[in-house]
Nanobody, 126 residues
Framework: QVQLVESGGALVQAGGSLRLSCAVS?????????VGWFRQTLGKEREFVAV??????YYVDFVKGRFTLSRDVVKNTVYLQMNSLKPEETAVYYC????????????????????WGQGTQVTVSS
């Protein structure tokens, strides 16, 4: 079993920054699983944001250049640094874990992930 706990969500003004954390625990090391980030607003499906798989990083186009993934191996924690936030990025942000996939295209699918955190609310005010 793998457990994930997100933190770092907050209210921030447009153009501001936040760093989300995803602490991973259970019978897994920091490189055993890919850790992805998704976001969801009311009435919409979860939307892929980014994933850290081994040392590869993939970002959805609309966050490239603004969001950055990093990892603390000792803490087994993955971070999502979010800069230049926009009001439309207000959502609940979730991290999720899956064993490394042969086809990296599948990391964008929520159904590819076996474990999910509880989510953390990010609100960007205009």
């Amino acid at each position: 079993q793998v457990q994930l706990v997100e933190s770092g969500g907050a209210l921030v003004q447009a153009g501001g920054s936040l760093r989300l954390s995803c602490a991973v625990s259970g019978r897994t090391g920091p490189y055993d699983y890919a850790v992805g980030w998704f976001r969801q607003t009311l009435g919409k499906e979860r939307e892929f944001v980014a994933v850290l798989a081994w040392n590869d990083r993939y970002y959805v186009d609309f966050v490239k250049g603004r969001f950055t993934l990093s990892r603390d191996v000792v803490k087994n924690t993955v971070y999502l640094q979010m800069n230049s936030l926009k009001p439309e990025e207000t959502a609940v942000y979730y991290c999720a874990a899956t064993p490394l996939l042969n086809n990296s295209d599948n990391y964008v699918r929520a159904s590819s992930y076996d474990y999910w955190g509880q989510g953390t609310q990010v609100t960007v005010s205009s």
